[in-house]
Nanobody
Framework: QVRMVESGGGLVQAGGSLRLSCVASSGSFNRYYMGWFRQTPGKEREFVAAVDGSGDNTDYADSVKGRFTISRNDAKNTVYMQMSGLRPEDADVYYC?????????????????WGQGTHVTVSS
């Protein structure tokens, strides 16, 4: 069992920045794929970004490319997502997830453990 805890959400004006963090309770963190997803109530959860176990390979949804950056610090069992140029449509509940292995990092069903989510609100 891996427990994931997100933090860093909040209220920000359009154009502003936030950094989300997710701490995983696992000693083998550096072997796992890490992803961020987001969800608006009543809608499907959508992929935002992912990073592989090495930290060298990342994937992003087209809607966030160039604005969001995912990174990891294995010494702290933490994955980050730096969000810049935030838009009202980025407002959502953001979830981090971990996968022991996946060939499809944008597919939520391939992830094994999820956090409870952190809220991001963007005012226009």
């Amino acid at each position: 069992q891996v427990r994931m805890v997100e933090s860093g959400g909040g209220l920000v004006q359009a154009g502003g920045s936030l950094r989300l963090s997710c701490v995983a309770s696992s000693g083998s963190f550096n072997r796992y794929y890490m992803g961020w997803f987001r969800q608006t109530p009543g809608k499907e959860r959508e992929f935002v970004a992912a990073v592989d176990g090495s930290g060298d390979n990342t994937d992003y949804a087209d809607s966030v490319k160039g604005r969001f950056t995912i990174s990891r610090n294995d010494a702290k069992n933490t994955v980050y997502m730096q969000m810049s140029g935030l838009r009202p449509e980025d407002a959502d509940v953001y979830y981090c997830a971990t996968a022991f292995a996946t060939l499809y990092p944008s597919v939520q069903s391939t992830y094994d453990y999820w956090g409870q989510g952190t809220h991001v609100t963007v005012s226009s």
